[in-house]
């Protein structure tokens, strides 16, 4: 900061006021002097205060630049692209040839037979939950050659907390007309067996 002749940061200056000007008394020179600042203020983060230390140390390496942030690979793995969204898969990679299917979304429930909808869901051609807590569902996702498997699981969580959807997509009138549509499948299939 430059000091003026006076020492003081700022200096003083002095102002001449013509004898034309407003106020014949104050003509002449007048000091005045800009205010000071001091020393500027320390740059510190005032939200953490003095003396703390982490209780974690930091969770990576520290590199040049962006840290904290993981070296994490560029293409997802095989088990990532698996655990996606089929309707994100598809605006991803473009929309793929999937065979017809159809799929129960359900929340767990109370009751004896928890443990056999769990092992029919596992036993679907896809089975993956989604959330945690009040928000856990299920989505279990059947073929047409596995309408036995899909009769016996939906006769077991049909509730309102139970969705059907056709090719992943909420459909109108899926529970009351798709369903029976794929139940006379399996009708048509033990008929054929007798």
Known sequence: MRRGPDGIAGGRARIALTEGS???RLAGLRPF?????????PMSDSRIPPGYTPAKPPDHRPQETFWPYADLPEQ??????????????????????RPFSITLSFRPFDGDDWERALTLARAGAEHRTTGSGETLRH??????????????LFQLVDGPGCEVLIDDKPVPFAR??????????LAAARMKAV
């Open 176 to 185: 009351e007309l798709w369903l029976p549509l794929v139940w006379c499948l």
């Open 22 to 24: 407003s106020g014949d």
């Open 76 to 97: 997802p793995t095989p088990e990532e692209l698996a655990a996606l969204d089929p309707e994100l898969h598809d605006v991803l990679f473009g929309a793929t040839e």
């Open 33 to 41: 002097s800009i205010p000071s600042r001091g020393h500027p203020r």
């Open 139 to 152: 989505r279990v996702r059947f073929h047409p050659g596995d309408v036995d498997k899909l009769h016996a």
